[in-house]
């Protein structure tokens, strides 16, 4: 338990460790001669020495059988001026025991079991600057304590049992600069408690059981530069609390209770470098509410329960390099919601339900370096979404429930370019469809991305009117499909690879040709004009398919869904009679092998 202490106490004394030791040796066998070190392992001490030795000035009782620290027990060693009690089992410290040291400077005594100290125990240490009570187990301080100790300028009472403050405990300690009160168990505040300490700039009031915090409470900090309220019980934020704090660069306010925050709260903190606000219950951030924090460079706001964030929330916050909004309840980001953050490194989206990003949301962070995805629920994301990001190093996708299929072409081919950025890519797994559930991401190739679709009602199975080649009679068959309530004149496909029979007419772009045998229709083959209606039309020039692999794509984009007729397959030379026949009901389902593979139907 008490190891960190030694460590502490190693490095008070020998932050350097002399060139000419052998590794290994203990350094505190031969203490300085200004040193007076008694261990309970060695020179075991149940009292404090009554010795004589005016040229010490440091003495050190680590972990020995001290149980109480008497009046006048430093009598004859009046240069003192550092004693460290570390780990003892001191139960009482009377009033009156340092007596006599007026140039003790610094006085500890940590992991002891004092309970309550007297009025009087500090008195006559007019030099001392540094108090530290931590960890013993003390519950109560009696008004007066520090009563004489003008210029202290640290004290601590790090893990007590401490549930109060008398009012004006602390007025007497003017230069106090440096005030730990944290792992207590306080739960309210005096609103004049702090008045006295107008040089305070670090003020610990963490893991105590604070509700509420009043008025006026910090009015006299004015040169605070770190306030630690984290892992309390506070509900609200009092709106003026903060306001003469204009010097302050952290406000720890994590693991809370806090539900609103006052839209003006934190007005005036232009320094601030670091803000805490996770695990609260916050569900909305005011739109102005960072507005004056040009240095913020950490921003917490994870683990609370907000559903959106305001556009342009961020804007001001043009210094901040970190934000965590993990672990809540996001379920879309709104373009423009990341404006300002020009410099930000890191940006945590973990475990929200985010289902669809925009495609330009991370366009305003050119400096990202890390962006963490994790546990959401994106299905796929926008092409182009992860471009503006030429700084990206570390990307987290895995937790979601990834759709493979022609919609993850973008990530599909990004992560396979960038496979050293994309961190535990093994777990970006398909989550559907069924047949590809539980494969990474990464392992698949471009042919399995495909988009298997239903027919809607508004799909028609028409025949187009006839056409006369140089050989015979041909049907020109034609098949739309549009989304309900649009037109039925539709855009344009290309096709290709298609066989064509002896004889047909193909269009050529602007020229007409006469296949002499039977062909592959050229790529650049169009049929029906691009109308941007949002149909779609696949024509075939003939019935004659016969089992070869055709392609067909939307106006202006790549080719990539492959289709080919089923059954019946035709042979390679079709009979007359098995081509100018009407569309009938089983050669309609010849074709759906094709249109269950046309995108956006």
Not at 477 to 483: A, D, E, I, K, Y
Request: one cysteine or more; aromatic letters at 8%.
């Amino acid at each position: 338990m008490y190891q960190h202490f030694l460590f502490i106490f190693f490095l008070l004394f020998h932050p350097h460790k002399c060139q000419d030791q052998t590794p290994g040796e203990d350094p505190y066998e031969m203490p300085k001669d200004y040193q007076e070190v008694y261990r309970g392992t060695k020179n075991d001490v149940k009292e404090i020495p009554k010795i004589a030795k005016p040229f010490i000035s440091e003495m050190v009782f680590v972990q020995t059988s001290i149980t109480a620290v008497r009046k006048g027990a430093f009598r004859y060693m009046p240069n003192l001026t550092k004693i460290l009690f570390i780990g003892n089992k001191i139960k009482a410290v009377e009033p009156g025991a340092f007596d006599g040291l007026e140039k003790l400077r610094d006085l500890e005594i940590s992991g002891a079991s004092l309970e309550e100290l007297a009025v009087g125990t500090f008195q006559n240490l007019p030099s001392l600057q540094r108090l530290e009570l931590r960890d013993s187990h003390i519950s109560h301080i009696p008004k007066g304590l520090f009563e004489g100790l003008e210029h202290l300028g640290e004290l601590s009472l790090y893990i007590n049992a401490i549930s109060s403050l008398p009012e004006g405990i602390f007025d007497s300690l003017a230069n106090l600069t440096f005030l730990d009160l944290a792992r207590n168990r306080i739960a309210a505040l005096p609103v004049d408690v702090f008045s006295k300490l107008p040089h305070l700039q670090v003020l610990r009031l963490y893991e105590n059981e604070l509700q509420d915090l009043p008025e006026g409470l910090l009015d006299a900090q004015q040169e605070l530069l770190e306030l630690s309220l984290q892992r309390n019980r506070l509900r609200t934020l009092p709106p003026t609390l903060l306001r003469s704090l204009a010097h302050l660069e952290k406000l720890l306010l994590d693991n809370n209770l806090i539900r609103v925050l006052p839209p003006q709260g934190f007005f005036g903190l232009n320094k601030l470098k670091l803000l805490t606000l996770g695990s609260n219950h916050i569900t909305e951030l005011p739109c102005c509410l960072f507005d004056s924090m040009p240095h913020l460079w950490e921003l917490d706001l994870g683990r609370n329960s907000l559903v959106t964030l305001p556009v342009g929330i961020f804007v001001n916050l043009t210094s901040l390099g970190k934000l965590i909004l993990s672990h809540n309840q996001l379920s879309a980001l709104p373009r423009g919601v990341f404006m300002g953050l020009s410099k930000l490194s890191d940006l945590q989206l973990e475990t929200n339900q985010l289902s669809a990003l925009d495609d330009k949301v991370f366009a305003p962070l050119p400096n990202l370096k890390t962006l963490n995805l994790r546990k959401n629920q994106l299905r796929s994301v926008p092409r182009g979404l992860l471009d503006p990001l030429k700084r990206i190093s570390s990307v987290y996708l895995s937790g979601n429930p990834w759709r493979c299929d022609c919609n993850l072409c973008y990530l599909h081919g990004w992560i396979q370019e960038n496979s050293e950025k994309v961190k535990l890519s093994a777990q970006v797994s398909c989550k559907t469809p069924p047949h590809l559930a539980g494969q990474a991401v990464a392992s698949l190739r471009d042919d399995q991305l495909i988009c298997p679709a239903t027919l809607p009602p508004s799909v028609s199975f028409t025949p187009s009117l006839p056409f006369t080649s140089a050989s015979s009679q041909r049907m020109s068959v034609s098949v739309g499909c549009c989304p309900p309530g649009v037109g039925v004149a539709g855009p344009g496909w290309f096709w290709g690879a298609s066989q064509v029979a002896p004889g047909d007419a193909v269009s050529l772009g602007s020229q007409h040709h006469v296949a002499a045998g039977w062909d592959l229709l050229p790529s650049d083959t169009r049929w029906h004009p691009d109308t941007g209606s949002g149909c779609h039309r696949l024509s075939t020039a003939t019935r004659g398919h016969g089992g070869q692999k055709g392609e067909q794509w939307p106006w202006g984009t790549t080719p990539r869904w492959w289709w080919h007729r089923a059954q019946p397959r035709l042979p390679p030379s079709p009979a007359p009679r098995d081509v100018p026949e009407p569309l009938r009901p089983p050669q309609r389902s010849c074709l759906l092998p094709a249109l269950s593979r046309l995108p956006l139907c």
